[in-house]
């Protein structure tokens, strides 16, 4: 799979909290981060709107980087879907999710995993899950969900019901990610067969105040109940938040209130916790 030219370099500006913004320039590529196995599944607790009850989870990557420690995708994630990268990182993750869902102590959860838009149009990506399926048998592939954004979507609004069709024909769930985002949400919704809506955090994030906010996810909520698909609210940071998308009945809920993505051990740290209580 090497390329034969034009071997870019990730350039990065470290977190604020890193390196006064200095740009860091990794010498390593993605690629060769992937097959080092430097790129990991982090994993957030999605609960119940109840908040008492842990559904599952959502996959997010990071790059675990030998000198720069633990890099967020937000700073290798843009320039990897530039040069295409990000094909073989969604591959890659759906790999280790796949591994990671054989594991008995996730038996049960649903596990979300992020797809680019350029895997999710991508002529084998079917055939890839399918292959998937069959080399990790054990995995209950009714507990995956894949979540594609509003922006993949309305690329090819046509095309994206087809393919989310076929995954669906292989037992897999669809997610659609950010929502309320774009511009012609509602308009395209009756066309993509997806079973969960989930509410972008900029609309959350500034609830319970902001009156706006609150007509525009209750009325996400409203709709997408008489659309009969599962609602998460995404980014609930605090009481107050989670008691508000209670109230309106969202059945899942996604936040730093619940907990930050985890790295594996932490996350089977926080399942032990979980359990005793
Ligand atoms: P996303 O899919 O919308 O994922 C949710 C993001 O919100 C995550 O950021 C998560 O850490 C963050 N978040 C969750 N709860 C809260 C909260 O309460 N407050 C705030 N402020 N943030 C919260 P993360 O992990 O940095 O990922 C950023 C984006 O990168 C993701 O947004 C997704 O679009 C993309 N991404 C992550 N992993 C993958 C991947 O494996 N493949 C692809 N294609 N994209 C990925
Ligand atoms: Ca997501
Ligand atoms: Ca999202
Ligand atoms: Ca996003």
Redesign the pocket.
Known sequence: LAKESGRSNYKFFANETLQNKQPILLESELCSAIANGEIQVFF?PKMASTGDCLYGM????RWIHPVHGII???QF?PLAEKNGD?VV??KK?IELVFAEMNKKAFHGLHVA????TQQFYNNHFVSFIHKQMQDNPEVDVSKLEI?I?EETAIQDVEGAAQTITELKELGIRIAL??FGKGFNSLNYLKQLPVDTLKID?AFIANLPEDFQDQAIVSSIVTLAKKLELAIVA????SQEQLNWVQDLKCDYA????FS??LQTSEFLTYLQAFNKE
């Open positions: 957030q959502e996959a997010l990557c967020p995708p937000a994630i990000i990182l969604d993750m995993v992020n797809i680019s979540e954004t990610d950010d955090r995404e980014g609930v940071e996604q936040g730093y209130m930050k993505p």
